[in-house]
Structures are given as structure tokens and as C-alpha cells.
């Protein structure tokens, strides 16, 4: 693919958070390009049970969730494509006695954030779950709690940059990142390993897993751990249950999706490093998985499965999304991190949009700011 | 099961008979039926690779898992039936 | 909770199998035998099993007589036989998973041998979904293993030798064939490859046998034809078969239907590969051997030390050498998880090697008499089916391209090709032929999906029982991350 010369915003990684700040900003009439070393959607994004939760996140992203979810709901109105969104409802399981509390607590502290969210008891969680173990001694249901298909959302939102003018352009890996400050137009040159160069005036560092390394070449110092994130499917079954399922431990995510496969996550680990490029699932903590699963829904486990797989995902050090400005340049920009990139990409990256746009929304969600790992 | 070894068992609540040892592949060919599953599409699907790699010739057991027809044994009072993968959720 | 340790793993209990374990036991090494079936001897040595025999044996003398003396070779306290288990996973060097229906267990094995088979390599073409279309292995199986026969009439079509030993031996058991149907037309080839042919032996009196029967038997042979589509409404009525024009493609106006019940179809083998790509093996192309073959040395070593892969399923080449290659390997093998080899099996694997170097010879002539130049991709229409368990058509999978998905990982995503219960089997071979020479370099191959674990379809209720340590669980979403 030829790359162009020049563009407003090059954004560097094509994953759920480039392509959601990459939608918005050609929306808005800018032209960007969106560049990734592999395929668009090669890793976290396309490692990912594509759970769009309330309830299995943390305080400090409530406010968001709601507005993501939407966003996720509206993306076919907004940009004409389809990303299998389905909003179920979910219900999040407490095993133990230990658990349960843990829940209750999680659900009084939801609920003061406005969430409508329901603690059920282990009669009524039953009652609208009768396919749940008996292990499961509560739930809560917040009937918000959504799923997108992460198979086909990846093309969706590629296709849906593309017919707004943007261009994204896998099998680019970024070797250097050059900063002409005196100009504004190519602020910014942008070599690719065959020797491409790209000049933009913003730049944004959407590289999951390798944002640390393209931060560094931005002069700024990004602290991310990877970990590799387990996916399991199953073959297609007539229903079994029709909730998204999460877990109070985080342990477990499911999902039946409208084709009949089961869907099996939870954030396992696998084995597998950035610096080796391998990414294997772990034979004991894959076990493991399936066995919480098979506990929280029995019916499961006469369904064969059909495949499992692994893909790298950066997580920032308090497990919190990173998104704003990145060092002292303000016109360079990072969107990204697990626990919760997927479903929060939407709102992120339209606010992210927006404060590129827009310099008086710039002091908005610092508590997001990569400042806070600034020594 | 009688002393030859034959049995019956069900084939979508029609009574079929086969013998031990056989798979219930070569049980219902045997007794003209060679459509054993509806595809994504509805098409009609049967036997095709007959060792286990092709998965066209999945069946239901007993109500409870998917089973390859021409690897699973028949049973005696076995219930098989029809996997229809066009029935979407 | 202890993981068993062994010398050898040999996957696979069929010819190449069988004789691997047979001489790593001799030479004194602990040996686990797994194989997915219930019985062992694989395709070639098919067991019948039922009660009731529909169908007179078809098994011969010989082989009833060599197929004693492989059990012979594994009956031995040194060999663990496992029949009815699946080798799910490997990984480390070298950790086994394997399930055998009820349960999964590990084992960690010095060395493997990879003895998996072949399966029928058949090209997509209209109706080829419809029941009563088989493979020449699925006849096979029916007859030898079920002692059951295809509803008649039955039309043998497709390429290779294996066609011709199912039309023989549906001739042999009393089954109408309307027609056998061989795409290849060069019976001067059969002149022209004399002197590799030569090395047969026993294969070519088989061959000449087959020959016979169907001679004798008066069915229409036709040469350099093929069938172009299959018809019926819930299963196969008829079919129509067209001859092939110089440039390998079908001369529809001429074609004429057959009346059928059953068609017998393949274009040969292709090596079973899920375990190879799993590990990485080095892989190359053969056309002539069903595509993708597995590279191995003198000692049926693959690209990774110590995984052997020997018979059908490291690259095509029949019972006789797959019994070699098994026996090659299972020394090989037993060498490396570290005992030595006496100076008779030293000689026994000369030997091997010698009768290896001869039986390729025979190979390598027959596959040349039954070569083509069949563009067997002409048959296509937008309505065929290309992921037989999706549903994916060659149509759907065109529009894709238009609209700029070309490369197969792009195709999977949007269409789903692959991602049935075949695991891919049915239909990548087809993908990879579809999306090459595609995209910028046309000399880049393209990546495919990758294999993963399962290596094949497992029920999660086997994973269920194993002893584990206890887990380590993943981050909880609601703290920062542990320090280490």
C-alpha cells in the first residue's frame, strides 16, 4: 500500500483504541493515517472475548463505561458498519463466601456511582440463570452489560476509517519518529522499515503492546508491563445461556454468541514474550480456565472447543487506561492499556478526538494522563 | 442386543438396526440414510471423509454432546439426532 | 501429581506408527503408542469390527500376516499402547497433553514420532457437499473396516492409484459401479517411468491385480475426464462428467450425466499436518503429494531435534514406505532419547534405508504416471461450497476480494472460513491456493491461520479431571498490579 506524504494525525497501532481515535478525527473532516506493524487488530484487540462490562470495572472508569457502551451500540448508526453488538445483560458471579462479599461491597460502590445494578441471592440469581452451577452462591445483574464480536469488529472499524477518507496501512512497522519543530505541517516525520516517511502534526502512540517502544522513540518514557491474554471457543450449541457472564475475581468471562460458540475468557495468562514474538496459551492456567467456566455453567462442558489463542496486551502499572497527552509536546498523544481498553476505546479515543481538536478540552480526564508515571 | 450382536437404537425417533462394533455411520448407510446434519445454511450433510477429520457427520448423542458418526459406536437404545446448524440463537 | 516420563512417543498407530515402536522397543526404549481410533492399524490395516460382515474380506494374506507380526512387535512391557486417545497439545520439549474422551494427562517424552497419516485431498467442485459424495478413504472404511457397501449405483471419479484400489474392491465385494472416472490420460507414462516402477515390487503385482478386477469387470473406464458437478436434492442423484482439454480445463459442452448414488472421490493424499504446524516443522510443496509435505532427513528427523515424522504423514508415499519410515524413525528416535543402537540394529537401519532409497524410486514413477495438469479450480462456480462447515461459498469469497479482503487472515475474519469443527481441514488447503500470488509480493506466501491448541476438537468436560497444582490466577481487574 502506498502510504501518503503527508497527513494530519498519524496514529501508530491499529487496534481498538487507534481505529477509536482514528474514526472521530476523519469524521471531523482531518486526515489521518493509521499505521501498524502487523495486520490491523493483531493483538490485544483481536485477544479479547470482546466483553463490554459495567460491573467488572473499576471506580475510577464508571463514568465512561455508560458512554462507551453507547458508543459501541451507536457505531452503526455513526459510521454505518457492523460490530456484532449485543447488549444481554450480564450477571457477575460470587462463588464463595468470600466472593459474595467482595460483591456486595463492589455492588453498594457501583450503585453510588449511579449504576443500575441489582445484588441477586442465590435463589434469584438462579431464577434468571437457571443454567448457572450450583457453586454460585450470587450475582449481580446490570442489565447494560453488553458484548461487540471482536472478529468482525476489527475489519468493521478498518472499513469504517477507510470510507472516511482514512488510510490504514498494515505491515508498516515505525523504525524513527523525527520532530521538526519549527514547522507545523511535518511537525513530525514518521519512517517506516521500508524506508516510507509520513509527515504529520500529530502524532498518537496507540501501540498496545509496543507503546513503550514507540514512546521512547517519541523521547518519553511509558512504563507498561505485557501480559498475554488467553482466548478459548467452543463449537456452535443450541442456547445455554443468555447473559454475559463475568466473575467477582475477574477470573472468567462467557458469552454465547448469536452463531451458537461460546465465547471463554477471563484475563488467563499465557506464555509468550514481545521480545520473542510468541504467544502460546498455558497449559495448567488454560486448564484452569475451563474449569471455572465449566463451574459457573455447567452445560458447557459437553461442547467441544475448537481452538484456543493469545495475543500480547499492555497493562500501565495501577491497571488504569492511559490516555492524553504523552511528554511535553502537545501535539503528541497515547490511548491505550488493558482492563477495560476494549470497551472504554470508544469513549477514550472520541475524547482523545477531541482534545487533539480542540485545545480547551485539554484539561479533561488527567487522571487518565500519562503525567502520573512522569518521575 | 441379541446374540448376533445386533441392537437398535434411534435415528430422529426412527428405530434403526445395527450391530456391535458398528459406528452409527455405517449403521444408518446401511439402512439407506446418508443425511445425517443440516449445515449453516440448511443444506443436507452426511458421511464424507469416514475417519474422523471432516466433522460433516456430526450427530447428537443421547441429547447431550456432538459425536462424529462414523467413529462413535452404536449403543443399545442409543438416541441420534440430527445436529441442525442452521438454527441460529 | 507427577507427569509420566518416557523415551519415545510415537502418534499414530498405523503403519509408519506401529513399526516405529515395534524398533524403538527392540532397542530397549520406554515407548507410549497413542492413536485417536479404538484399534490400531490406521487406514491401510483397517480392522473390520462388526459382527455382522455385509461384505466378504478384503484384507489379503500378506497383509492379515505382516499386520499380526506389527502387534507382535508392540506386544512388550515396554510399550504403552493407547488407543482411543488424542494428542491435543505439545509443548516445552517435550510435553504431551493427550484426552482419551473421559480425561486429559501429560506425559514428557525425549523424542516423538509423528506417524498421523494422510487424509484425501479433495478439490471443492458443485455438489461435492451433498451426502453420498465420499472419499476414497471413507469407501474404504466402510467396506474393509464397517463391511458395509455405498448405496450403488456408484461412480469412482477423481485421480490416483487409491481410486482405482476402491473401485476394485467395491468390484470385489458386489457393488454396481456405473463408471470410474480418472482424470489422468497419459497411459504412456506407465512406459515412460518403467524403470522407477520397477522397484515396486509387491506393489506392482497389487496393481496389477486391481487392474484386472476392473478390466475383467467391464465398468467404463474413462481417461481424462472428471466429474463438474453433483446432483440431487437431500442426497446424491447423478453426476456429470466432462472430458479435460489440453489445458487442463473441463470441456463442459461435452459432458454426460451419470446416474449415482454414491461418488467416490479424491485426488489423492494429503499429509494430516495439524501436529507439525503446531510445533513449526518446516514444511514444503508438493504437488504431486498433495501439497504440503513435511521436510525431513535421512534419519525422518523434522526442522525441530527430536521430533521424527515418518509415513503418510510427513510427506505421501503408500504402505511399504511408511512401514520403513516408521522403522527408521523409531530407531532414530529411540537414539536420541539416548540409548545406543547395537550393530544388528545398526544394520537393520541400513537396510531400512537401502529398501527406503528403492521404494522411493517406485514412488517417484508411480505418482508420475498418474500426474495432470488439471485445473481442477475450473469447476468453481459462485454457488460452491469452500468451507464445507460455515458455509463460506466460492462467491462470498470472491465479493471479499473485491471489496479489498484478500489475504486469508482478512477472508477468516470476515467470513468465518475455517473456523468450524474441521478445524480448517476441508477448506485451507483452498484458501491458501485462492489467496496466493495475492497482495503486493507475489512471491511472499501469505500467513495462514495459525494451528493452536486443541490440535483437534476436544470436549472441555476431559479437561475437567486432571491433578493440578493449585492456580495462578489472573490480576484482579479492581488493583493495580503486583509488584514483583
Given amino acids: 500500500m502506498d502510504l501518503p506524504k503527508v497527513a494530519d494525525i498519524v496514529i501508530i497501532g491499529a487496534g481498538i483504541s487507534g481505529l477509536s481515535v482514528a474514526l472521530p478525527i476523519a469524521k471531523a473532516g482531518l486526515s489521518v493515517a493509521v499505521l501498524d506493524k502487523n495486520e490491523p487488530w493483531s493483538d490485544a484487540s483481536g485477544a479479547n472475548a470482546g466483553t463490554l462490562s459495567i460491573q467488572v470495572k473499576r471506580a475510577e472508569v464508571l463514568s465512561l463505561i455508560y458512554e462507551s457502551i453507547e458508543r459501541w451500540k451507536r457505531m452503526p448508526e455513526d459510521y454505518g458498519i457492523e460490530v456484532g453488538f449485543g447488549q444481554p445483560g450480564g450477571i457477575r458471579v460470587a462463588t464463595t463466601e468470600a466472593e459474595y462479599n467482595q460483591l456486595e461491597k463492589s455492588v453498594e460502590v457501583q450503585k453510588n456511582k449511579g449504576i443500575d445494578v441489582r445484588m441477586l441471592n442465590r435463589e434469584a440469581v438462579r431464577q434468571l440463570g437457571p443454567w448457572l452451577g450450583p457453586n454460585v452462591m450470587a450475582g449481580s445483574l446490570c442489565l447494560y452489560d453488553s458484548y461487540s464480536n471482536p472478529l468482525v469488529a476489527g475489519n468493521a472499524m478498518v472499513a469504517g476509517a477507510r470510507k472516511l477518507g482514512g488510510v490504514i496501512a498494515g505491515g508498516n512497522r515505525v523504525s524513527e519518529i523525527r520532530r521538526n519543530a519549527m514547522s507545523d505541517i511535518d511537525r513530525f516525520s514518521i519512517k517506516t522499515v521500508s524506508g516510507d516517511i509520513i509527515h504529520a502534526s500529530h502524532v498518537v502512540n496507540a501501540a498496545g503492546a509496543w507503546a513503550g517502544e514507540i514512546s521512547s522513540m517519541l523521547g518519553v518514557k511509558l512504563p507498561m508491563e505485557v501480559d498475554v491474554n488467553m482466548l478459548t471457543v467452543t463449537e456452535p450449541s443450541p442456547p445455554i445461556f443468555n447473559r454475559v457472564v463475568t466473575h467477582v475475581g475477574g477470573i472468567l468471562s462467557l458469552k454465547q454468541l448469536p452463531n451458537g460458540t461460546c465465547l471463554i475468557g477471563g484475563g488467563w495468562q499465557g506464555r509468550g514474550s514481545v521480545s520473542s514474538g510468541t504467544k502460546n496459551i498455558d497449559y495448567e492456567r488454560f486448564l484452569h480456565n475451563m474449569r471455572v467456566a465449566a463451574d459457573v455453567i455447567p452445560k458447557i462442558r459437553d461442547l467441544h472447543i475448537l481452538r484456543t489463542w493469545a495475543g500480547f496486551e499492555a497493562v500501565a502499572p495501577d491497571a488504569l487506561p492511559i490516555m492524553g497527552q504523552l511528554g511535553e509536546d502537545d501535539h503528541v498523544w497515547t490511548l491505550g492499556c488493558a482492563r477495560g481498553g476494549y470497551s472504554l476505546a470508544p469513549a477514550l479515543g472520541a475524547r482523545l478526538a477531541e482534545m487533539i481538536l480542540n485545545p480547551s478540552k485539554r484539561d479533561t480526564l488527567l487522571q487518565f494522563s500519562p503525567q502520573r508515571f512522569a518521575p | 442386543m441379541n446374540a448376533n450382536g445386533q441392537l437398535n437404537f434411534r435415528f430422529d425417533g426412527q428405530e434403526i438396526i445395527g450391530y456391535a462394533g458398528e459406528s452409527i455411520a455405517a449403521a444408518l448407510i446401511a439402512s439407506g440414510i446418508s443425511a445425517t446434519r443440516l449445515s449453516a445454511t440448511g443444506m443436507p450433510r452426511g458421511y464424507f471423509c469416514g475417519m474422523g477429520v471432516c466433522w460433516e457427520c456430526v450427530v447428537r448423542i443421547n441429547g447431550i454432546n456432538t459425536a462424529r458418526a462414523c467413529r462413535q459406536v452404536v449403543e443399545d437404545g442409543m438416541i441420534v439426532e440430527t445436529v441442525n446448524a442452521a438454527e441460529k440463537l | ?484
Fill in chain 3, 1 to 484: 501429581m507427577t507427569i509420566e516420563e518416557v523415551d519415545v512417543t510415537i502418534i499414530g498407530a498405523g503403519a509408519a506408527g506401529l513399526s516405529a515402536a515395534g524398533e524403538a522397543a527392540r532397542m530397549g526404549a520406554r515407548v507410549v503408542l497413542v492413536d485417536d481410533n479404538q484399534h490400531p492399524g490406521g487406514q491401510y490395516f483397517r480392522q473390520p469390527s462388526p459382527q455382522n460382515y455385509k461384505c466378504k474380506s478384503l484384507v489379503s494374506e500378506k497383509d492379515r500376516h505382516r499386520f499380526v507380526q506389527l502387534l507382535k512387535g508392540i506386544d512388550t512391557p515396554l510399550v504403552k499402547y493407547c488407543p482411543g486417545t488424542t494428542v491435543w497439545d505439545i509443548h516445552d520439549q517435550f510435553t504431551i497433553g493427550l484426552a482419551d474422551g473421559e480425561r486429559s494427562r501429560r506425559i514428557r517424552s525425549a523424542a516423538i514420532v509423528i506417524s498421523a497419516g494422510a487424509r484425501d485431498h479433495v478439490y471443492p467442485f458443485p455438489g461435492w457437499t451433498l451426502p453420498g459424495v465420499i472419499t476414497a478413504g471413507g469407501s474404504q472404511n466402510l467396506i474393509k473396516g464397517m463391511g458395509i457397501a455405498p448405496a450403488a449405483p456408484v461412480v469412482v471419479a477423481g485421480n490416483g492409484p487409491l481410486l482405482l484400489v476402491a473401485a476394485a474392491n467395491l468390484v470385489s465385494v458386489g457393488v454396481e459401479v456405473a463408471a470410474v472416472v480418472e482424470a489422468s490420460n497419459r497411459p504412456w507414462n506407465i512406459v515412460r517411468h518403467a524403470g522407477k516402477l520397477i522397484h515396486g515390487g509387491s506393489n506392482l503385482g497389487l496393481a496389477i491385480k486391481y487392474l484386472k478386477i476392473l478390466y475383467k469387470s467391464k465398468i467404463p473406464f474413462l481417461r481424462g475426464y472428471g466429474v463438474i458437478a453433483a446432483y440431487g436434492s437431500e442426497c446424491l442423484s447423478a453426476v456429470d462428467v466432462a472430458p479435460i482439454i489440453r489445458n487442463g480445463k473441463f470441456e463442459r459442452s461435452q459432458a454426460r450425466r451419470i446416474t449415482a448414488k454414491t461418488m467416490v472421490t479424491g485426488m489423492g493424499l494429503t499429509p494430516s499436518l495439524e501436529l507439525p504446524r503446531l510445533l513449526g516443522l518446516k514444511e514444503t510443496s508438493m504437488p504431486l503429494r498433495g501439497g504440503p509435505n513435511i521436510i525431513t532427513n535421512e534419519k525422518m528427523m523434522s526442522s525441530v531435534f527430536g521430533v521424527f515424522v515418518a509415513g503418510d504423514g510427513s510427506s505421501i508415499g503408500g504402505v511399504e514406505l511408511s512401514l520403513v519410515e516408521g522403522r527408521i524413525a523409531g530407531i532414530n528416535a529411540a537414539i536420541h532419547a539416548g540409548i545406543g543402537a547395537s550393530e544388528s540394529m545398526q544394520l537393520s537401519l541400513t537396510r531400512d534405508l537401502s529398501a527406503h532409497r528403492r521404494l522411493c524410486k517406485f514412488r517417484s514413477g508411480l505418482e508420475r504416471v498418474f500426474m495432470n495438469n488439471v485445473d481442477w479450480y475450473d469447476l468453481l462456480t459462485p454457488e460452491t461450497i469452500i468451507c464445507r462447515c460455515e458455509d463460506v461459498t466460492w462467491g462470498k469469497l470472491h465479493k471479499c476480494k473485491e471489496k479489498g479482503l484478500i489475504t486469508p487472515l482478512q477472508l477468516k475474519a470476515a467470513t468465518r472460513i475455517g473456523m468450524g469443527r474441521c478445524q480448517g481441514r476441508n477448506c485451507l488447503g483452498t484458501l491458501a491456493a485462492l489467496t496466493s500470488h495475492e497482495g503486493d509480493d507475489p512471491t511472499k506466501e501469505q500467513e495462514m491461520p495459525r494451528t493452536r491448541p486443541p490440535a483437534r476438537p476436544i470436549l472441555l468436560s476431559e479437561l475437567l479431571h486432571e491433578q493440578l497444582p493449585p492456580p495462578e490466577l489472573p490480576d484482579d481487574p479492581h488493583l493495580p498490579r503486583q509488584q514483583d
